[in-house]
């Protein structure tokens, strides 16, 4: 086996859209030639290529089968670093939202509000799913700075989100 980039490892095309039953089946097959009990005779040294595989394969999926893995290896492929860690700049509005969104989490978690709460988790369910339709057209039409923006846009949505079943939890 060769060096590939995810897609090729699995035989699919490099596209946001992605066949899930295929990546599902690639995945399966990888795993099925790389399997420790087919090397249980075999060297040590063929050991550890059939285990970097595996390792390899198991990456590729969790990466490929994850919307926003996949859009941010589609914009790395394409050559944009998403700056993850020194480009927090977002739009306007964005930032905007992102202000009324923390207070009311912090009213909500103030008063114990799991009303208030389902509205929150409601809104950022919609927002996540608009932000993944819009990275999809981005992506499909080779615009992966925009791309990328949109990415750092749901890789926010997808950490609050987090904060917000956090605070579910809290209130149990």
């Given at each position: 086996?060769?060096?590939?980039?995810?897609?090729?490892?699995?035989?699919?095309?490099?596209?946001?859209?992605?066949?899930?039953?295929?990546?599902?089946?690639?995945?399966?097959?990888?795993?099925?030639?790389?399997?420790?009990?087919?090397?249980?005779?075999?060297?040590?040294?063929?050991?550890?290529?059939?285990?970097?595989?595996?390792?390899?394969?198991?990456?590729?999926?969790?990466?490929?089968?994850?919307?926003?893995?996949?859009?941010?290896?589609?914009?790395?492929?394409?050559?944009?670093?998403?700056?993850?860690?020194?480009?927090?700049?977002?739009?306007?509005?964005?930032?905007?939202?992102?202000?009324?969104?923390?207070?009311?989490?912090?009213?909500?978690?103030?008063?114990?509000?799991?009303?208030?709460?389902?509205?929150?988790?409601?809104?950022?369910?919609?927002?996540?799913?608009?932000?993944?339709a819009q990275i999809a057209a981005l992506l499909d039409?080779?615009?992966?700075?925009?791309?990328?923006?949109?990415?750092?846009?749901?890789?926010?949505?997808?950490?609050?989100?987090?904060?917000?079943?956090?605070?579910?939890?809290?209130?149990?």
């Open positions: 086996m060769t060096m590939q980039n995810h897609f090729d490892l699995f035989h699919l095309p490099p596209t946001f859209a992605i066949d899930t039953v295929a990546l599902d089946r690639a995945y399966h097959d990888v795993q099925n030639q790389v399997h420790p009990d087919k090397f249980s005779t075999a060297s040590d040294a063929e050991k550890r290529v059939a285990m970097q595989w595996a390792t390899r394969a198991n990456e590729a999926y969790q990466t490929l089968k994850n919307p926003l893995g996949r859009a941010s290896y589609l914009c790395e492929l394409n050559g944009i670093d998403l700056q993850i860690e020194s480009n927090t700049s977002m739009p306007r509005d964005f930032l905007m939202q992102q202000m009324e969104w923390r207070e009311a989490l912090d009213d909500a978690r103030t008063s114990r509000d799991e009303k208030a709460l389902d509205a929150l988790e409601a809104a950022l369910r919609d927002t996540r799913r608009d932000t993944v039409a080779d615009n992966f700075t925009d791309a990328a923006l949109a990415v750092r846009k749901l890789m926010f949505v997808e950490k609050f989100g987090e904060e917000v079943a956090d605070t579910f939890d809290l209130l149990a």
